[in-house]
C-alpha cells in the first residue's frame, strides 16, 4: 500500500514538507485507540533470535532508525510502534537552529538517493531533554549530538560537552557527529588530532559518572585509507563503544539522475542505494582492524532486506534505516527482521 499508493502521492510534494506533514500524521493517527495495536500487529517482529546484547543494552532487534529522521525527538513512541529496535534522535546542538536556506532536501528517485544539505536545523538539546523526560515507550534512544553552526572548531567541545551533559540522564547511548558536511568546516573535526581530543574530553566526563553511557562515533564515507586507519586507532585509545559507518557522502559518482538536475540540487550529502556498496566496504574494514569489544553500526544504503544482511555478514553489529524508511516504508523493518531469522 505505501509504495503502490501512498509514496507516489507523497513524491509529488516537497520533500521536507512531506516529512513534517508525515510526522504530524503519524503523531494524530496514533492517539486513535486502536492504531497503536494494529501498527504492532503490522510492522513489530518478536523473536528471541533477533536480539543483541551490546555495551551492556539488550535491544530487542538489530534495526534502528538513524539520526536525522527524528531530530527533536518528538515521535520516539509512534516510531517504536512501527517495530524499530533503537532510535537515534539528532543531530543536536546546545542551542536551537534553523539550518541552511531552502530548498535544502531533495529526492533522486531514480538513483532511490536522496540530497540533504539540512544543516542540523533544530530546536536545541534542552528542548529534546524535555520532551524524552516525558516518554512512555522504553525503546533503546541514542542522542546523536554536534555544534553550532556559529561555534568555531576552536570552541567547539564546550558544544560537545554541554549537549552530553544536558542528554545524560534521558537518553541509552551518545554518538558524535563530526562527519555531516551540511555545517561548514565540521569534518575538519575528524582530522586525527581535532578528533582525538574531542573524544578524550568527552570520555573524561563520561567516566566521571557512576555508570559511563556507551561513546559512539559516526564517520564519513569519504575518508581515505589512511584517514579510516586513524579513526580505528583514535577509537582504541579513547576507549569508544562503537562506530557508526556511515554517514552521508559527497560524492555523485555513478549517479543516474541528469548532471543537469544534480548540479542544480547543489551541495549536500547523497544518501541512499548509491551508498550501499562503499558504505559496507567501510563496516567490513572496520570489522576486521578494531577489537571485538567496539562495535560497528552499519548505515548507509539498506533499501532491501538483502541489504541488511549483507551489512550484518560484514561485520555491522547493528544496522540503521534513513532513506530505505522513506523508500519502502515501515514494512521494511519487519521485512528485513523476518529476513535475519531466515539465516
Same mark, same amino acid.
Given at each position: ?23 504530524? #500524521? ?16 503490522? =510492522?513489530? !517482529? ?21 539520526? %536525522?529522521?527524528? $531530530? ?9 510502534? =512501527?517495530?524499530? %529496535?533503537?532510535?537515534?534522535? %539528532? ?10 536556506? $531552502? ?7 531514480? &538513483? ?16 529534546? !531533554?524535555?520532551? +524524552? /523526560? ?17 561555534? @568555531?572548531?576552536?570552541? /567547539? ?6 549537549? =552530553?551533559?544536558?542528554? =545524560? ?14 555545517? @561548514? ?11 582525538? $581530543? ?15 553511557? @556507551?561513546?559512539? +562515533?559516526? *564517520? ?9 586507519? &586513524? ?10 563503544? %562503537? *562506530? ?14 541528469? @548532471? ?22 567501510? !563496516? ?23 541489504? #541488511? !544482511? ?34
Amino acid at each position: 500500500m505505501y509504495k503502490s499508493i501512498l509514496r507516489p502521492l507523497l513524491f509529488q510534494l516537497d520533500p521536507e514538507r512531506v516529512h513534517y506533514l508525515t510526522a504530524d #500524521a503519524v503523531k494524530i493517527a496514533n492517539k486513535l485507540p486502536f492504531v497503536k495495536g494494529v501498527s504492532q500487529q503490522m =510492522f513489530q !517482529v518478536q523473536d528471541p533470535a533477533l536480539e543483541r546484547e551490546l555495551f551492556g543494552l539488550k535491544f530487542p532487534n538489530p534495526v534502528g532508525l538513524a539520526a %536525522g529522521f527524528d $531530530k527533536d525527538a518528538k515521535l520516539i513512541d509512534e516510531f517504536a510502534n =512501527f517495530g524499530f %529496535g533503537f532510535i537515534e534522535i %539528532g543531530t543536536l546542538t546546545p542551542k536551537p537552529q534553523a539550518g541552511n536556506e $531552502k530548498p535544502r532536501l531533495f529526492r533522486l528517485p531514480q &538513483d532511490q538517493a536522496i540530497i540533504n544539505r539540512m544543516g542540523f536545523n533544530n530546536e536545541g538539546v534542552d528542548a529534546a !531533554v524535555r520532551r +524524552l /523526560a516525558k516518554r512512555k515507550s522504553n525503546i533503546i534512544v541514542g542522542g546523536n549530538i554536534g555544534k553550532n553552526k556559529s561555534t @568555531p572548531n576552536e570552541e /567547539a567541545i564546550r558544544d560537545y560537552l554541554y549537549s =552530553f551533559k544536558a542528554l =545524560f540522564d534521558v537518553v541509552d547511548y551518545f554518538v558524535v557527529n563530526v562527519s555531516s558536511p551540511n555545517t @561548514p568546516d565540521l569534518r575538519a573535526l575528524q582530522d586525527k588530532e581535532p578528533l582525538k $581530543k574531542l573524544l578524550l574530553t568527552l570520555q573524561e566526563e563520561n567516566n566521571s559518572h557512576v555508570k559511563p553511557k @556507551p561513546l559512539l +562515533l559516526k *564517520i564519513a564515507p569519504d575518508l581515505n585509507l589512511n584517514q579510516l586507519n &586513524d579513526i580505528i586507532e583514535i577509537a582504541i585509545e579513547a576507549r569508544l563503544s %562503537g *562506530i557508526i559507518a556511515t554517514n552521508t557522502t559527497v560524492s555523485r559518482a555513478g549517479l543516474h539522475t541528469s @548532471p543537469d538536475k544534480i548540479s542544480a540540487m547543489g551541495a549536500g550529502g547523497l544518501s541512499g542505494k548509491p551508498l550501499t556498496e562503499h558504505a559496507t566496504q567501510i !563496516v567490513r574494514h572496520l570489522r576486521t582492524f578494531l577489537p571485538q569489544e567496539i562495535r560497528v553500526i552499519g548505515v548507509g544504503g539498506i533499501m532491501t532486506p538483502e541489504d #541488511a !544482511v549483507e551489512k550484518l555478514q560484514a561485520g555491522a553489529d547493528l544496522i540503521q534505516l534513513y532513506t530505505g524508511f522513506i523508500y519502502e516504508g515501515p514494512s521494511l523493518i519487519s521485512r528485513i527482521n523476518k529476513k535475519i531469522l531466515t539465516k
